[in-house]
T-cell receptor, first 109, second 113 residues
Framework: GQNIDQPTEMTATEGAIVQINCTYQTSGFNGLFWYQQHAGEAPTFLSYNVLDGLEEKGRFSSFLSRSKGYSYLLLKELQMKDSASYLCAVLDSNYQLIWGAGTKLIIKP | IAGITQAPTSQILAAGRRMTLRCTQDMRHNAMYWYRQDLGLGLRLIHYSNTAGTTGKGEVPDGYSVSRANTDDFPLTLASAVPSQTSVYFC????????????FGDGTRLSIL
């Protein structure tokens, strides 16, 4: 079967750095997405990785290792507004997105 | 403002009733999707459409139907609602290629009693 694993919840301090991990086992791989979802709102796109390595976009970076079936989202200089759920999703061999359950990130002052 | 509009925002429905959730996008995206989101689970694909006139089944299609008469609209119908269909429903669209990010509507919160 297809499986995406992420921690259920993480807590971090304002101004700090946090890394949210995602491991996957899917039938084929055509890329990995990260989305942010604030409570009661729609998911919004953060990043897309299809090749191994680190993609940096402002305070957010995303890393992919296809051989390990592993990705992480790195958030720097955390702000209170970063409190949200972060969803990892893999594009499988049929080009359909398989979604993880999401990681709820709590930022404390 | 370009985007996706879903209606209604929320609805309480008696079991056995028929319900259509509406979704309209003005970005001229080819692909559209319907997901349900339940606590503790990832988004699950119900139905999708790669282009106007075509539809396909996702992971959890039973009890739901869709149509795609034109590019902009992608309604989701529950023929006879059951309590297990209580969920938050999101409509999404993308330009077409599988590696294009999906843009989401604000969701419909549906409760079946």
């Amino acid at each position: 079967g297809q499986n995406i694993d992420q921690p259920t919840e993480m807590t971090a301090t304002e101004g700090a750095i946090v890394q949210i991990n995602c491991t996957y086992q899917t039938s084929g791989f055509n890329g990995l997405f990260w989305y942010q979802q604030h409570a009661g709102e729609a998911p919004t796109f953060l990043s897309y990785n299809v090749l191994d390595g680190l993609e940096e976009k402002g305070r957010f970076s995303s890393f992919l290792s296809r051989s390990k079936g592993y990705s992480y989202l790195l958030l720097k200089e955390l702000q209170m507004k970063d409190s949200a759920s972060y969803l990892c999703a893999v594009l499988d061999s049929n080009y359909q997105l398989i979604w993880g359950a999401g990681t709820k990130l709590i930022i404390k002052p | 403002i370009a985007g996706i509009t879903q209606a209604p925002t929320s609805q309480i429905l008696a079991a056995g009733r028929r319900m259509t959730l509406r979704c309209t996008q003005d970005m001229r995206h080819n692909a559209m999707y319907w997901y349900r989101q339940d606590l503790g689970l990832g988004l699950r694909l119900i139905h999708y459409s790669n282009t106007a006139g075509t539809t396909g089944k996702g992971e959890v299609p039973d009890g739901y139907s869709v149509s795609r008469a034109n590019t902009d609209d992608f309604p989701l119908t529950l023929a006879s609602a059951v309590p297990s269909q209580t969920s938050v429903y999101f409509c999404a669209s993308s330009p077409g290629g599988g590696n294009q990010p999906q843009h989401f509507g604000d969701g419909t919160r549906l409760s079946i009693l």
